[in-house]
């Protein structure tokens, strides 16, 4: 009789565990990640590669050591250049070589005590080499290498031609417009030695030499 009264009092108690286990668990506010936006990548500009493109200038020119006399011209340039860049990442250097024409024609007194020395130059050319740093979209770089120029002086109706040979050396800017199209300003010095001139009777040596302000416009392929 006991035993029947204190399961009667303490079963409901006992049921009590049961119920909380079989209790469903309380919810939790779902946690959702912070939205973030998609990172943009900046563009690269990509130096490597070949080009070509074509430039105009202005030079000033000179022969000198003509016997006292100096012979100094200036005048519009023109030409085409073209080249191979390898981008190395903080360094960007390659080849480059270029062709133009000039309409560079003076006169001076001093060697015959007449005004009949003439001092002309065309054609020139050049090879060198480039080494610039990247500046995105700028390319700041230096060159230098071998000249070449036909110069021809006139005394007294005699004239005489030489293919003269020398150095460049120069620094330039040159900017990305687009993918593919370059801009550049260039400034260059060339030194072409000095040349002997037979003209006529009288044999001249004389040493050319040039500044020259250039800018260009290139496409890469």
């Known amino acids: 009789m006991t035993t029947i009264l204190a399961m ?6 006992a049921a009590v565990p049961a119920l909380a286990q079989e209790a469903p668990a309380p919810e939790r506010d ?13 563009p690269v500009r990509v130096w490597s590669g070949p080009y070509a493109g074509a430039f105009v200038g ?34 960007v250097y390659g080849i480059e070589g270029d062709i133009g024409g000039g309409d560079f024609d003076a006169a001076a007194n001093g060697v ?25 979209p ?22 005489d031609t030489r293919t003269s040979v020398g150095y460049t050396v120069g620094a330039g800017v040159e900017a990305k417009v687009t993918d593919r199209v370059n801009a550049r300003v260039e400034y260059r010095y060339s030194d072409f030695g000095s040349s ?26």
Do not use: C, W
């Open 8 to 13: 009667a009092v303490l079963g409901p108690f």
């Open 30 to 42: 779902t946690v959702f990640p912070e939205a973030r936006l998609p990172e943009t990548a900046l």
């Open 58 to 91: 202005y030079n000033i020119s000179r022969f000198d050591d003509l016997r006292g006399a100096s012979v100094e011209g200036e005048g519009v340039v023109g030409g085409v250049y073209g080249g191979f860049n390898i981008d190395g990442g903080p360094i």
């Open 112 to 136: 015959t005590g007449r005004p009949d020395i003439q001092g002309e130059t065309n054609v020139f050319g050049s090879l060198r080499g480039r080494v610039g740093v990247p500046m995105d």
């Open 138 to 159: 700028f390319l700041v770089y230096g060159t230098g290498g071998l000249a070449l120029a036909d110069t021809q002086l006139t005394l007294d109706g005699a004239s």
């Open 196 to 221: 002997d001139y037979e003209l006529g009777k009288t044999s001249v040596s004389s040493g050319f030499d040039e500044h020259s302000v250039r800018a260009g416009v290139s496409l890469d392929f």
